[in-house]
């Protein structure tokens, strides 16, 4: 499927990881070798220094004045231009396990794991030449907590940063989380932005520590990066990096048409992340071709994510976020002044505001009824996508089969008895439906990326599958960003996606948190008595809207268990074993990301860590790293 949410992808690294190399004779080094036995991407000759090289991503972003971990939105692509623009606090490992030093040293946690102190690297520029300190991190934090999107995901996590000295913070947690510095490698807030950047009225480039600077950025065609000639980092020979005076990237958002770009010639390296694409790829003479099949890591999950209220972003709604547009100020407005909110706004708040995409419009629609909000029409979509058939003919049989959000040799796997293909079942459900409901038809929008003749395929498939069950689906082809947009303030029915995934999966906490709508704000909840007892309501960036307190407390042991041990394996099992109840995603596939070069694109598939030594994860979830790749 095409990437529309992935894992270096809004926010986190919730998607595939693209091969990390390990230390030579390991068991990753097997799986990254060819038929010959050379490494792809890999190259232990001498770098040539120089060169630039243009690259081929999925996407953009719609405003570069605010790219930053603090208050972007970056999906594979922003993540991959991030690698070159900035450093990172911590990198992952080669075994998707630990975390290893770039811009922060070490991190230690309180008895309880509720307190993390970072240890900073000392001795940083960025490219402007000021210094980067303690209060670097904390402005990060700042801004990011101010965002009207990016704070929202890391709240119910972080409650404050605090300067200790020049080069000693300390994250304060909201919860115990005993793999949090995986965040601070994994997540965008990790990378370290010049605090200049997060003025309201900032028009300038960004500014950061890593390995390039921007020249110019034509939003939605090409950026273009110039080597920093004062990079604070060295390979293992004491070579100055990078080796590359400069990187384009070029937006091409059609998988096909990237293909082709690589192919004669016209772009050196591209991201790939559609599975018949990715085929097409390796299938390629003269071009070199790594994906991450067999990396350490829980790849992302091509899904259709499903809005099971049928409402807005009921947590939007608390907040007030609508209050100018919909007249409904918010419980919130009136609980921070000590005032109980008058019962119509609670049940306004809970309901959101109920509607769907209207198919003739393609506009929300508070008039009508929604129906992914009824269980068993989730489940009659799931019982009618035969994932079998998707894996092979739509996604090239690339990846494997999903049925929840690990893959099967994940140490968090166990059968979730996720819905079979069985559109006999389905039929009956959608026909009990009808009756009990009294309609006649039953029917919602699937939102697609535009331009992307893969997309087409895709949708061409589900309106197949669901038509044969009585189930009526109409395409909203949208650019990816609005897309984005759509599913983060609910304003959708159905949308294709891909997410989930990494190196651990405290990294999607913030996407299945729920909170309890009657507890006082106090105790975590969202203080609103007038509700039912025992009411959940889904976080801000729990996009499928579905507040399950067995999801929710399954997470909550999960993250206060020792990392590695029993209990958090068990409680992390939990979450994915509610999800088959409660169909919030139709899963299809694993996500499979792919890279490839030119031949002349050398060292592509390496990257290090502040040390210039110990080996990272590369191509990580669909980012790349640039400061070791050269150009013959």
């Given at each position: 499927?095409?990437?529309?949410?992935?894992?270096?992808?809004?926010?986190?690294?919730?998607?595939?990881?693209?091969?990390?190399?390990?230390?030579?004779?390991?068991?990753?080094?097997?799986?990254?070798?060819?038929?010959?036995?050379?490494?792809?991407?890999?190259?232990?000759?001498?770098?040539?220094?120089?060169?630039?090289?243009?690259?081929?991503?999925?996407?953009?972003?719609?405003?570069y004045?605010?790219f930053?971990?603090?208050?972007?939105?970056m999906?594979?692509?922003?993540?991959?231009?991030?690698?070159?623009?900035?450093?990172?606090?911590?990198?992952?490992?080669?075994?998707?396990?630990?975390?290893?030093?770039?811009?922060?040293?070490?991190?230690?946690?309180?008895?309880?794991?509720?307190?993390?102190?970072?240890?900073?690297?000392?001795?940083?520029?960025?490219?402007?030449?000021?210094?980067?300190?303690?209060?670097?991190?904390?402005?990060?934090?700042?801004?990011?907590?101010?965002?009207?999107?990016?704070?929202?995901?890391?709240?119910?996590i972080?409650?404050?940063?605090?300067?200790?000295?020049?080069?000693?913070?300390?994250?304060?947690?909201?919860?115990p989380?005993?793999?949090?510095?995986?965040?601070?490698?994994?997540?965008?807030?990790?990378?370290?932005?010049?605090?200049?950047?997060?003025?309201?009225?900032?028009?300038?480039?960004?500014?950061?520590?890593?390995?390039?600077?921007?020249?110019?950025?034509?939003?939605?065609?090409?950026?273009?990066?110039?080597?920093?000639?004062?990079?604070?980092?060295?390979?293992?020979?004491?070579?100055?990096?990078?080796?590359?005076?400069?990187?384009?990237?070029?937006?091409?958002?059609?998988?096909?048409?990237?293909?082709?770009?690589?192919?004669?010639?016209?772009?050196?390296?591209?991201?790939?992340?559609?599975?018949?694409?990715v085929?097409?790829?390796?299938?390629?003479?003269?071009?070199?071709?790594?994906?991450?099949?067999?990396?350490?890591?829980?790849?992302?999950?091509?899904?259709?994510?499903?809005?099971?209220?049928g409402?807005?972003?009921?947590?939007?709604?608390?907040?007030?976020?609508?209050?100018?547009?919909?007249?409904?100020?918010?419980?919130?407005?009136?609980?921070?002044?000590?005032?109980?909110?008058?019962?119509?706004?609670?049940?306004?708040d809970?309901?959101?505001?109920?509607?769907a995409?209207?198919?003739?419009?393609?506009?929300?629609?508070?008039?009508?009824?929604?129906?992914?909000?009824?269980?068993?029409?989730?489940?009659?979509?799931?019982?009618?996508i035969?994932?079998?058939?998707y894996?092979?003919?739509?996604?090239?049989a690339?990846?494997?089969?999903?049925?929840?959000?690990?893959?099967?040799?994940?140490?968090?796997?166990?059968?979730?008895?996720?819905?079979?293909?069985?559109?006999?079942?389905?039929?009956?459900?959608?026909?009990?439906?009808?009756?009990?409901?009294?309609?006649?038809?039953?029917?919602?929008?699937?939102?697609?990326?535009?331009?992307?003749?893969?997309?087409?395929?895709?949708?061409?498939?589900?309106?197949?599958?669901?038509?044969?069950?009585?189930?009526?689906?109409?395409?909203?082809?949208?650019?990816?960003?609005?897309?984005?947009?759509?599913?983060?303030?609910?304003?959708?029915?159905?949308?294709?996606?891909?997410?989930?995934?990494?190196?651990?999966?405290?990294?999607?906490?913030?996407?299945?948190?729920?909170?309890?709508?009657?507890?006082p704000?106090?105790?975590?909840?969202l203080?609103?008595?007038?509700?039912?007892?025992?009411?959940?309501?889904?976080?801000?960036?729990?996009?499928?809207?579905?507040?399950?307190?067995?999801?929710?407390?399954?997470?909550?042991?999960?993250?206060?268990?020792?990392?590695?041990?029993?209990?958090?394996?068990?409680?992390?099992?939990?979450?994915?074993?509610?999800?088959?109840?409660?169909?919030?995603?139709?899963?299809?596939?694993?996500?499979?990301?792919?890279?490839?070069?030119?031949?002349?694109?050398?060292?592509?598939?390496?990257?290090t860590?502040?040390?210039g030594?110990?080996?990272?994860?590369?191509?990580?979830?669909?980012?790349?790293?640039?400061?070791?790749?050269?150009?013959?």
């Amino acid at each position: 499927m095409s990437s529309t949410f992935d894992r270096r992808s809004f926010l986190t690294h919730s998607a595939a990881t693209l091969g990390g190399v390990a230390m030579a004779g390991s068991v990753v080094d097997g799986l990254m070798a060819t038929a010959a036995g050379a490494a792809v991407g890999i190259s232990a000759a001498k770098p040539k220094i120089g060169g630039t090289i243009t690259v081929g991503l999925i996407s953009d972003v719609p405003n570069y004045h605010v790219f930053n971990g603090s208050q972007g939105k970056m999906d594979a692509s922003g993540f991959c231009v991030a690698n070159a623009l900035y450093d990172p606090l911590f990198v992952m490992a080669v075994n998707g396990v630990t975390w290893l030093p770039m811009l922060a040293l070490s991190a230690t946690p309180n008895a309880n794991y509720t307190v993390w102190t970072i240890r900073l690297r000392q001795g940083v520029k960025f490219t402007n030449g000021d210094p980067f300190t303690a209060d670097t991190v904390v402005a990060n934090w700042q801004a990011a907590a101010a965002d009207p999107t990016v704070g929202l995901a890391i709240q119910p996590i972080i409650h404050s940063v605090v300067k200790v000295n020049k080069y000693t913070v300390t994250y304060n947690m909201v919860i115990p989380f005993s793999t949090f510095p995986v965040s601070l490698a994994e997540q965008q807030i990790a990378y370290m932005a010049h605090p200049s950047s997060f003025s309201s009225t900032f028009k300038g480039n960004p500014v950061g520590t890593g390995p390039f600077k921007i020249v110019s950025w034509q939003v939605g065609v090409e950026s273009k990066f110039t080597k920093n000639t004062k990079y604070w980092r060295k390979d293992a020979h004491g070579r100055k990096l990078p080796y590359l005076d400069g990187i384009n990237f070029k937006t091409i958002p059609d998988n096909p048409t990237r293909n082709s770009a690589l192919q004669s010639g016209s772009i050196d390296m591209i991201l790939q992340q559609d599975g018949s694409s990715v085929a097409a790829l390796q299938k390629m003479k003269g071009i070199q071709v790594r994906t991450d099949v067999n990396d350490p890591r829980d790849p992302a999950v091509n899904c259709l994510i499903l809005n099971t209220t049928g409402t807005l972003n009921q947590y939007f709604l608390w907040a007030g976020q609508f209050a100018t547009a919909l007249g409904i100020p918010g419980a919130l407005t009136y609980l921070e002044k000590g005032q109980a909110p008058p019962t119509q706004v609670q049940l306004a708040d809970y309901e959101g505001t109920l509607g769907a995409v209207d198919p003739t419009t393609l506009t929300w629609n508070t008039k009508l009824k929604p129906v992914l909000n009824d269980v068993t029409i989730r489940q009659a979509c799931a019982m009618a996508i035969n994932r079998n058939t998707y894996w092979k003919d739509i996604d090239g049989a690339v990846g494997s089969v999903a049925d929840g959000i690990y893959r099967k040799k994940s140490r968090f796997y166990k059968n979730p008895n996720y819905p079979g293909y069985n559109p006999t079942q389905a039929k009956a459900l959608v026909q009990a439906y009808k009756t009990k409901n009294k309609v006649s038809t039953v029917g919602f929008v699937i939102d697609i990326v535009s331009g992307s003749s893969s997309a087409q395929k895709q949708f061409a498939y589900f309106q197949q599958q669901l038509g044969a069950v009585g189930i009526t689906v109409t395409p909203r082809p949208l650019v990816q960003s609005t897309l984005i947009n759509n599913v983060i303030y609910g304003e959708y029915d159905c949308a294709t996606w891909n997410q989930f995934g990494g190196v651990d999966p405290s990294l999607n906490y913030v996407w299945f948190i729920s909170q309890p709508a009657t507890t006082p704000l106090a105790q975590g909840g969202l203080g609103m008595p007038a509700l039912p007892t025992g009411t959940f309501i889904a976080g801000a960036v729990n996009f499928a809207h579905l507040g399950d307190p067995v999801i929710e407390g399954s997470m909550l042991a999960a993250l206060a268990a020792r990392p590695k041990s029993a209990a958090q394996t068990a409680a992390w099992g939990s979450v994915n074993a509610q999800f088959a109840k409660d169909i919030p995603y139709l899963f299809l596939d694993t996500t499979v990301t792919a890279f490839a070069a030119r031949p002349n694109i050398q060292n592509w598939a390496v990257s290090t860590a502040g040390d210039g030594r110990s080996r990272s994860l590369t191509f990580d979830g669909g980012s790349s790293r640039w400061d070791q790749i050269w150009k013959k």
